[in-house]
């Protein structure tokens, strides 16, 4: 029961702090993290300890697969190049500069280690990224370059990480804890051989997923079976030594690639709904779960001064902001210095880098990977602390200003109002091809009077679309759109009004009122209004 009542508690925290963010217009995320220092530091509370483990398998597998499925392919596929130049790249160089400066600060810490620190915090993390980009208005093409690295470039630093520990353990068993060089191929190789090998499995795990979607055809067991993915191709992965995160955005992947064409309508609102409340939780929990940590990490440093911990956390976390910064602008300028390497890659703007060079928020990864260090690691502790300093300060820094720089570099995407062309196009084709079967039904000997009832409304609607899609129309189309508004919300006060006085069941009452609210979503997002106007 005091497992059930922290968690409980834990979440009614995370709604309080939802409601902060919101008010305050500040980002979830760092409101969450400051909300758990404080709760940490409250006396009498006890000292939160996070397992590994737990962060790992049960915190990650859903939080990559939430954003790995609703990840857009194509994008992912253009954006290629620069995603794997920070994903593998940038992260390589980080690491590598991490290491140089703990080193400095830290003479009598192992290169091993001090390489061991550097993977640990070299890559941004998906959940912060996602949790921080969702409120800004940033260009699609930055968003699918920032998410798709978040997505990947973890199996780059854990391969690296892995590396370190196991040169640490050669260093200590050689009785030399300096020891412990890497060899470059040998890395590459192992990085290879992980990935790929968790690319099979997360393929694996995702068709046999939608085998069971098409033959189940139940809504909750088809989400059921989406969780079970997740879960089941991260803990897969593990177990064969190859990358439980490639595997699980491998599957998220392949999964929201394949929805649209083996989920019924049904299942896709009902697992949306699902999956949105999951993520909610997981990552509320994640967020306020790495302030509560703090409190027990500074008992345990309690030997060392105040101004020498501050010192060390301010020299690492810069060294970590600036290290981006000084990847991204060469390799994003420099190669275009030569004509073949400009050939059909996508310019950067000086302002474009800069967002890019920015948006490096860590997260709970880098908190796990720290966590789960040896217990006779050298200097285990202190990295720990290092590292959850490098997640706050990049949380609070980089997350609160993020969408200041975004604005002031001018890479602000500005929506016009009214209904976007993409959009607009699509409907418009869309309602071509509903016409032109209604129009083809009409002459049936049987359907065809019902079909002739049918036409003009659905050659109206064509010729709105038409016109919308062609810079037209839009004022036509949005009072049209208020006033089914106003007639559904007349209706459904009329359906529970008949439900009070006349004894309308209350089944009947669900099912009807089910179909009032989908139709009710569908008009509010084609006028631009919140779920909750």
């Known amino acids: 029961m005091e497992i059930v009542q922290a968690v409980l508690a834990l979440i009614a925290a995370c709604v309080g702090f939802a409601l902060l963010a919101r008010h305050s217009r500040l980002p979830y995320a760092v409101i969450l993290v400051v909300g758990g220092i404080l709760l940490a530091f409250i006396p009498g509370l006890p000292t939160v300890t996070l397992d590994p483990a737990l962060a790992l398998a049960f915190f990650v597998p859903p939080l990559l697969q939430a954003s790995a499925w609703r990840t857009d392919w194509r994008a992912f596929r253009a954006n290629l190049r620069p995603i794997l130049l920070l994903a593998v790249g940038c992260v390589l160089f980080t690491a590598a500069c991490i290491a140089v400066v703990a080193k400095l600060l830290i003479p009598g810490l192992p290169w091993a280690a001090a390489v061991a620190l550097g993977a640990i915090v070299a890559p941004p993390d998906a959940v912060a990224v996602s949790a921080v980009l969702r409120r800004l208005p940033v260009p699609p093409r930055l968003v699918a370059v920032l998410e798709g690295e978040s997505l990947v470039n973890d199996a780059t630093a854990l391969v690296l990480y892995r590396l370190a520990i196991l040169a640490v353990a050669a260093g200590v068993a050689a009785g ?29 795990v995702a068709r046999a997923a939608i085998w069971s979607f098409l033959r189940l055809r139940d809504p909750l067991l088809e989400t059921a079976v989406s969780f079970i993915a997740c879960f089941g191709a991260f803990m897969a992965a593990e177990a064969m030594a190859v990358s439980g995160v490639i595997a699980v955005v491998t599957t998220g992947l392949v999964m929201g690639q394949l929805q649209h064409r083996t989920l019924s309508p049904q299942t896709r609102i009902v697992s949306r709904a699902v999956w949105q409340f999951a993520e909610f939780v997981l990552t509320s929990l994640v967020f306020i779960l790495v302030g509560l940590q703090l409190r027990g990490i500074l008992d345990r440093l ?20 600036l290290s981006r910064f000084l990847w991204v602008f060469p390799v994003e300028f420099l190669p275009r210095l030569i004509p073949a390497a400009r050939r059909g890659v996508a310019a950067t703007s000086v302002a474009e880098a800069t967002v890019i060079s920015w948006a490096g928020m860590r997260g709970v990864v880098s908190l796990a990977a720290a966590l789960a260090l040896p217990l006779d690691f050298p200097q285990r502790d202190l990295l720990i602390f290092l590292a959850f300093c490098a997640i706050l300060a ?56 019902v079909a002739q ?26 009072a ?42 569908r008009i509010l997002r084609l006028l631009g209004a919140p779920a909750t106007a």
């Open 394 to 449: 990049t949380l609070v820094v980089q997350g609160t200003t993020l969408g200041l720089v975004i604005r002031r570099s001018g890479v602000e995407e500005r929506r016009p109002p009214g209904m976007p062309p993409a959009e607009a196009a699509a409907r418009r084709h869309v309602a071509r091809a509903t016409l032109a079967e209604v129009e083809r039904r009409a002459e049936d000997i049987l359907e065809g009077p």
């Open 302 to 321: 309690a030997d060392r001064g105040a101004l020498e911990l501050a010192g060390l956390a301010a020299g690492i976390s810069a060294a970590l902001i």
């Open 176 to 204: 030399d804890a300096s020891a412990g060089g890497m060899s470059a191929g040998l890395a590459a190789l192992s990085f290879l051989l992980v990935a790929a090998g968790g690319v099979a499995v997360g393929y694996a």
């Open 480 to 521: 049209r759109l208020r006033i089914r508004l106003a007639a559904l919300r007349a209706g459904r006060s009329a359906l529970l009004d008949h439900h009070r006085t006349d004894g309308l069941p209350d089944e009947t009452l669900a099912a009807l009122e089910a179909e009032f609210d989908l139709e009710e979503l």
């Open 453 to 478: 009832d049918l036409v003009g409304e659905y050659r109206d609607k064509a010729r709105i679309f038409h016109g919308v899609a062609g810079g037209g129309g839009q004022a036509e189309l949005e």
